[in-house]
């Protein structure tokens, strides 16, 4: 996987359809996102680290994105205004690809942490190509008054699909989460996602607008109804 599509497309294909010079900057910024895949990126401290400018920073993103290496989510407004100098959230396109650039194998999924971060690219890929012929707007939703965010925003115009991963054990969904708090401040009806890593999470949370479902099953039913939508 390292060799036939990370180390190709860095060095050869980018190379040839942007004429990037600097291939070990491009590589550096890659294995960075892979250490930090899943978080809300700074530009500048990214740039910092890897000893460039922001411009080629978010020039480099912009390649990675168009060659299917990453998906970049931008901060979502309920206001429906663009953010300044938004703070992309990106996400390796893949998990195995986050595996083979640091080689890391099973002992991955002994590491709740790791383990948890692998589970949110997943949902979160197979959530964008689910959705991608609609036309929706994609983001994650971080509000700076209570400092709750939640990890994936489906602008599908007329309603919200709001997605939030908690793969740990025994995940609690509080009033001053982050689903609760987006679905009372839009006047579109909310459609909120709790995902889980147990196969005992299923269905209505009392007193929650949000439906609790285990990250296997919400995959396993995403990827039949898009096998469907195929086949129609």
């Known amino acids: 996987m390292r060799e036939d599509v990370a180390d190709k497309v860095?060095?050869?294909?980018?190379?040839?359809?942007?004429?990037?010079?600097?291939?070990?900057?491009?590589?550096?910024?890659?294995?960075?996102?892979?250490?930090?895949?899943?978080?809300i990126l700074s530009q500048e401290t990214l740039a910092k680290e890897i000893g460039v400018s922001r411009a080629t920073v978010a020039t480099d993103l912009s390649r990675l994105a168009a060659a299917h290496l990453l998906h970049r989510l931008d901060p979502w407004s309920t206001g429906g205004k663009a953010v300044l100098r938004p703070r992309p959230k990106v996400f390796i396109a893949?998990?195995?690809?986050?595996l083979s650039v640091l080689l890391r194998g099973e002992e991955a999924l002994d590491d709740p942490q790791e383990m948890g971060r692998l589970i949110e690219a997943t949902v979160?890929?197979?959530v964008l190509q689910f959705y991608y012929r609609d036309y929706p707007r994609f983001g994650y939703w971080w509000d700076s008054r209570s400092q709750r965010e939640v990890d994936l925003v489906v602008d599908l115009r007329h309603s919200l699909i709001a997605v939030e991963v908690?793969?740990?054990?025994?995940?609690?969904?509080?009033?001053?989460?982050?689903?609760?708090?987006?679905?009372?401040?839009?006047?579109r009806p909310?459609?909120?996602?709790?995902?889980t890593k147990r196969p005992v999470d299923y269905g209505p949370l009392q007193g929650s607008p949000a439906f609790r479902i285990p990250a296997f099953l919400f995959l396993y039913l995403l990827g039949r109804a898009e096998r469907r939508l195929w086949n129609s």
Request: a positive charge.
């Open 166 to 187: 908690k793969c740990w054990e025994n995940p609690r969904l509080r009033p001053t989460d982050g689903l609760p708090i987006l679905a009372a401040r839009v006047a």
């Open 124 to 126: 979160v890929t197979h």
């Open 190 to 195: 909310v459609h909120s996602l709790l995902i």
């Open 10 to 39: 860095l060095k050869r294909d980018l190379t040839a359809l942007y004429q990037v010079r600097n291939v070990l900057e491009v590589e550096q910024l890659f294995l960075y996102l892979c250490l930090h895949s899943a978080q």
């Open 94 to 98: 893949h998990p195995s690809l986050i």
